[in-house]
């Protein structure tokens, strides 16, 4: 497999911000969470479902594109292992894909950008609200087993934001 250089590959240039050549948004905790907040607190269930297809958008064309350019990233294992190392290098957190068949599986992350971030603005929640990441793995998993778009429904059973031990994600083929 062809060396990865994660310095050529997140390149910025200017004001814009590039991964393999696709114009990403970084932005600090702050952001990410006041637009949450905003989308929660707006629309509701509404808001929610657009940051989590907004994400899966992302991460779907994003990884299809990356994964194009490194071709002999072949084996699921491997591509799992790849978007988990993505996900920590964009700076997200951390993710493993546990269990994981096409048909769906579990994916758990003991540490999470939005969790930081979400705890020190605006404490405990009572509901999980790990929604970007949500679609980032629903985005990825479908990548990652050439499914459609849309195809794979990931729900959060445990969240940090909760205070629990760490974020627990269900994934599931869409009905």
Not at 85 to 94: A, K, R, S, V
Not at 132 to 144: D, E, K, P, S
Request: net charge positive; hydrophobic share 35%; glycine share 10%.
């Amino acid at each position: 497999m062809r060396h990865i250089d994660w310095n050529s590959e997140l390149v910025r240039d200017g004001h814009g911000l590039f991964l393999s050549g696709l114009p990403i948004a970084m932005h600090c905790h702050h952001y990410s969470i006041n637009l949450q907040k905003t989308l929660e607190d707006t629309l509701g269930t509404q808001g929610v479902e657009l940051l989590v297809e907004a994400a899966e958008r992302a991460a779907y064309a994003g990884f299809r594109s990356f994964l194009s350019k490194y071709s002999r990233i072949k084996g699921v294992k491997s591509r799992l292992e790849f978007a988990s190392t993505l996900y920590q290098n964009c700076g997200l957190g951390i993710i493993h894909f546990q269990d994981m068949e096409s048909e769906g599986g579990v994916v758990m992350s003991p540490s999470s950008h939005h969790v930081t971030g979400w705890l020190a603005k605006h404490g405990r929640r009572q509901t999980p609200g790990c929604h970007f990441a949500r679609g980032w793995i629903a985005g990825v998993l479908a990548v990652i087993y050439d499914r459609p778009f849309h195809y794979y429904i990931v729900e959060e059973t445990d969240c940090k934001m909760s205070r629990q031990e760490r974020c627990i994600f269900h994934v599931r083929e869409r009905a």
